[in-house]
């Protein structure tokens, strides 16, 4: 049995990095790779609810993988269609709310109808919030936050100067949940990519070698107890 890990965070969000590559070093076309880092996603929300983290944020597909080869992005498209709407019994069986984070203009109406049907029959669910950012880039978000304040200054409802960190996050997509406490980021990358730049302000990180596909148990469990050992400070010094 795993040796309980105190100090578990809250919030988890991760960088689902590595699935192509993950299928290249065995040979197989890039579609059985995002395949296998789709299934795993099912994998670590298990372990989650069983550590008693409350919230996981994974990146599914951002603003800029639109570039990606035109198969790709219709394989990709296919395979969270397909999941969000197979995933549901299973997210209603183990008590896991779903939402989805990101500019749904961009998504086809079966899809957004599909987002729709999930967050709504498991809105009353708690074991887990499993979000799924879609479609989704940090500065397209803060942009359509910003749109969104000067179209209400426009119109009188508040002032410039009445601008706080607060009337911003509100306007974002994660206004409902708690800034991350940990980012994870699979395969070897280094960087945010553009995810949660807002978010992400005073979150601690952990970056892995490990393919997204490969990321288990052990990996996870890895990466928060590195977590557990560290002091957060958000911007304040250490005390004496």
């Given at each position: 049995?795993a ?6 965070p ?7 990095d590595?699935n ?23 994998t ?17 597909f951002?603003?800029?993988n ?9 394989y ?5 269609r397909w999941?969000?709407?197979n ?7 183990k ?20 987002i ?19 479609n989704?880039?940090g ?9 969104d ?11 410039p ?16 949940l ?12 280094e960087?945010?990519?553009n ?7 005073y ?13 288990s ?5 890895a ?7 560290r002091?957060r400070r ?6 004496a």
């Open positions: 049995m040796e309980e890990i105190k100090n578990v809250r919030h988890v969000a991760i960088i689902l590595g192509g590559r993950w299928a290249k070093q065995r040979n197989l076309p890039r579609t059985m790779g995002h395949k296998a880092g789709a299934d795993n996603v099912e670590i929300s298990d372990v989650c609810i069983a550590m008693g983290i409350r919230y996981l944020t994974v990146y599914a951002s603003t800029e639109w570039k990606r080869s035109e198969d790709e992005v219709s990709l498209m296919g395979l969270m999941y969000l709407k995933y549901l019994d299973t997210a209603l069986r008590g896991i709310r779903m939402r989805v984070i990101g500019d749904r203009s961009g998504l086809d109406p079966e899809m957004v109808e599909e729709r049907r999930d967050e709504e029959l498991t809105a009353h669910l708690t074991n887990l919030e499993l979000t799924f950012a879609i989704y880039g500065r397209d978000e803060i942009v359509r936050a910003v749109k304040l000067a179209e209400d200054i426009r119109k009188g409802e508040i002032l100067e009445d601008i706080t960190e607060e009337q911003i996050s509100r306007r974002l997509d994660t206004r409902e708690p800034d991350p406490d940990l980012m994870i980021r699979t395969s070897g990358e960087r945010l990519s995810f949660l730049l807002w978010q992400l302000a979150s601690e990180f952990c970056f892995t070698d490990k393919y997204w596909p490969d990321f148990e052990e990996d996870l469990r990466a928060v107890d590195s977590y557990s050992r002091e958000f911007g304040g010094r250490k005390q």
